[in-house]
């Protein structure tokens, strides 16, 4: 696990295990660019938007830590 430092603050990085499935879901979304040029970038994007529709839903709140 390392930390680093973007526009949004501090990062930490994990390791996450996926299906061969999902992988492949990664990089044809990765291929066509709407979620992002890359898997890594795809598999952000799409966990930033599942929180911030978990925040909508109520499921948590903003300011849970």
């Excluded at 996926?18 to 990089?27: K, P, S, Y």
């Amino acid at each position: 696990m390392s930390d680093d430092t973007d526009e949004e603050g501090s990062t930490e990085r994990r390791t996450c295990t996926l299906a061969a499935v999902t992988i492949r879901r990664l990089e044809r979304l990765a291929r066509l660019g709407t979620h992002g040029p890359s898997v890594s970038k795809v598999m952000s994007n799409l966990i930033d938007a599942g929180i911030r529709d978990a925040i909508e839903k109520g499921y948590i709140a903003v300011n849970d830590l």
